[in-house]
């Protein structure tokens, strides 16, 4: 948790530190140039799926909202008559295959599991995301779209929509890994097919001829309880002894959301992805317990009482006259009307 806390401060500076790693960065740079360009001349081989692929990704490492995101994108389909399934690395978990609403996150990851419990899609994981999305279709050929969850850089899976999420905070300093938070430079967003903004400021990036963007907000004010059954809204959370726990990419975006639901409470910040026990909670057990929707999932096997969550859904606007699923969903009729 410390050298994830460091890098992260790192980034968001150009300090002794950073410019000691930039050396480092070239080579990174180096490397993925090579591996983009022997893709592009077919010398690494890439594969084509049965039905189109929508890859939602980010150029930068930590959160950035791509799984609600990811819900939100599924469910839009679903309202225009589509059959969406969904392919997910599956980080953090141990086994391939099928995901489902109850399925171990330890086995599978967490953040697959959320997203088949909200979408009622079929989900997929694999690191191979082309075995991932040839599985889910032998299982499902009735879905007629995929949704690649994380996907960007995986050049193998050939891609009809790329979606990249981005916000001026996982920008950091804009230098490529280690020196910076990069993926990917920065260029890479004018060839993609639409870019999302999911933080408060505007993108502190001059790249020419960027496709259309989009900004996107995630919005929620009812808690449910960890065991089921019961929700309550933020004001009876008011005069409460609150502990907020986050184990996700950017915690300060959570904390800033209870905040701005006039909550008062002690962070409690994990690695992303950390697999909680018990024991994370001995000195809270006392306080009444909030967490992340992600992290629900990985917490409802264990003996908290006073545990809720806050389950968001994603809302996304438009700075021009056409909203991202009418664009998205003109795209695949477009390619269908090409295929027949």
């Known amino acids: 948790m410390a050298m994830q806390a460091w890098f992260q401060q790192q980034w968001q500076t150009n300090s002794l530190a950073h410019l000691l790693l930039v050396p480092m960065s070239w080579l990174f740079l180096a490397i993925t140039t090579v591996r983009r360009f022997l893709y592009r001349v077919r010398i690494l081989s890439s594969y084509r799926l049965a039905v189109p692929v929508i890859v939602v990704g980010n150029i930068t490492v930590g959160g950035t909202g791509k799984t609600p995101f990811v819900i939100y ?6 309202l225009a008559g589509y059959t969406p399934g969904i392919i997910s690395r599956g980080y953090g978990g141990s086994q391939t295959g099928q995901v489902f609403a109850d399925s171990a996150p330890h086995m599978t990851g967490d953040e697959p599991v959320l997203m088949a419990k909200r979408t009622a899609c079929p989900v997929w994981v694999n690191p191979d995301r082309v075995a991932a999305g040839q599985a889910l279709l032998q ?66 990036i001059a790249v020419m001829d960027l496709p259309p963007q989009y900004h996107m907000q995630v919005c929620g004010d009812v808690f449910q309880s960890l065991t089921g059954g019961q929700t309550q809204h933020a004001t009876l959370f008011k005069d409460k002894s609150i502990s907020a726990i986050a184990a996700i990419g950017h915690p300060e975006r959570f904390f800033s959301a209870l905040t701005a639901l006039g909550l008062k409470f002690e962070r409690k910040v994990f690695p992303d992805h950390h697999p909680f026990k018990l024991q994370d909670f001995v000195d809270v057990l006392t306080h009444t317990i909030i967490m992340t929707e992600k992290d629900a999932v ?34 695949l009729t477009h390619m269908q009307q090409r295929k027949s």
């Open 73 to 78: 994108l599924a469910e839009q389909l679903k």
């Open 139 to 204: 299982a499902y050929p009735q879905c007629d779209v995929i949704i690649s969850d994380d996907g960007l850089q995986h050049l193998r899976l050939q891609r009809d929509i790329e979606i990249v999420l981005v916000n001026a905070q996982a920008l950091g300093n804009q230098y490529l890994l280690p020196a910076g938070p990069l993926r990917e430079c920065v260029s890479r967003l004018s060839s993609v097919s639409y870019i999302v903004n999911s933080g408060e400021q505007a993108l502190p």
């Open 298 to 331: 990985k917490c409802q096997s264990l003996s908290l009482t006073d545990a809720w969550y806050l389950p968001v859904t994603a809302e996304v606007t438009a700075t021009h006259a056409q909203s991202l699923p009418s664009a998205v969903i003109a795209t």
